[in-house]
């Protein structure tokens, strides 16, 4: 059994994760660094979304805690919980005709009560966080209308209209173009620089991982192979170790960060 991690306000202290009989994860113990912008890594079915869905409550381990601000995530009261913690799920459907400024209102659901309805304060936030999103001069359009990147953009507004510290993406680039998936990590990587929010996101593409991440963490077969800065622990032995991918890593001309090259089949014929 692993030590559990005490740093951080988002922490999995030995949980057991599975889907009926099948485990996923067993004895795993990780923390969110504060202040960063966590990357989880890993090949497919090696538990990265379903560590994820454990830190949002999606899914209650079989043992284990899983740790918000120390208290136990399950016994937390739903909106105090999305007061406190933000979800971008792999995949969002809207209600029909729902316009881009209504579905990013629904972001302030958490703080309206019996004594406190929409206010100005509402008001001004929705509007804040359809800027920080561009997606404000589209306030009045159909989100099924809307294109890919456009729809991801609208659902990430009204996440961070709950004004959460904490906000976990299951995800977020996934269907998306190149260009599109630059310009959503763009905008995460400014919501954790600029407003100091704690962002936990699970991604495929490596290279992007390892240019956006404060902190990576890389996963296979439900476990923790590694975990830290991604210019410390990106190398070509735990690229191949976790992906079984021989490759070569150098450094990306434009940041700095770790690139991983894959290495060509030996028998591949060389183009001039």
Not at 153 to 181: C, G, N, Y
Not at 214 to 228: C, N, P, S, Y
């Amino acid at each position: 059994m692993s030590t559990a991690p005490t740093a951080g306000r988002l922490v999995a202290d030995d949980v057991s994760l599975r889907y009926g009989e099948r485990a996923i994860a067993t004895d795993l113990s990780v923390a969110v660094p504060d202040g960063s912008f966590t990357v989880i890594v890993g090949p497919n079915a090696c538990g990265k979304s379903t560590l994820l869905r454990a830190f949002a409550r999606l899914l209650k381990p079989s043992a284990g805690r899983v740790l918000l601000d120390g208290e136990q995530i399950g016994g937390l009261p739903s909106k105090e919980l999305a007061r406190r913690l933000g979800l971008l799920p792999q995949s969002s459907t809207a209600p029909d005709g729902i316009t881009v400024a209504d579905l990013v209102a629904r972001g302030r659901y958490p703080h309206q009560g019996l004594f406190r309805q929409w206010s100005r304060e509402d008001e001004r936030v929705v509007a804040e966080s359809m800027a920080a999103t561009d997606v404000a001069a589209l306030a009045d359009r159909y989100v099924d209308e809307l294109s890919g990147g456009q729809r991801q953009r609208v659902w990430l507004a009204m996440a961070i209209a709950q004004q959460t510290s904490l906000l976990l993406l299951d995800e977020p680039t996934t269907f998306l173009d190149i260009a599109h998936q630059i310009e959503v990590l763009d905008l995460c990587a400014r919501l954790h620089q600029e407003q100091g929010r704690t962002l936990v996101a699970v991604l495929h593409d490596l290279n992007q991982a390892a240019r956006y991440a404060t902190h990576l963490i890389a996963m296979r077969d439900g476990a923790v192979v590694a975990e830290g800065p991604p210019s410390e622990i990106v190398t070509a032995e735990l690229v191949e170790r976790v992906f079984d991918l021989p490759c070569q890593v150098i450094e990306d001309p434009q940041t700095g960060t770790p690139l991983v090259v894959p290495m060509a089949p030996k028998h591949a014929a060389v183009r001039r």
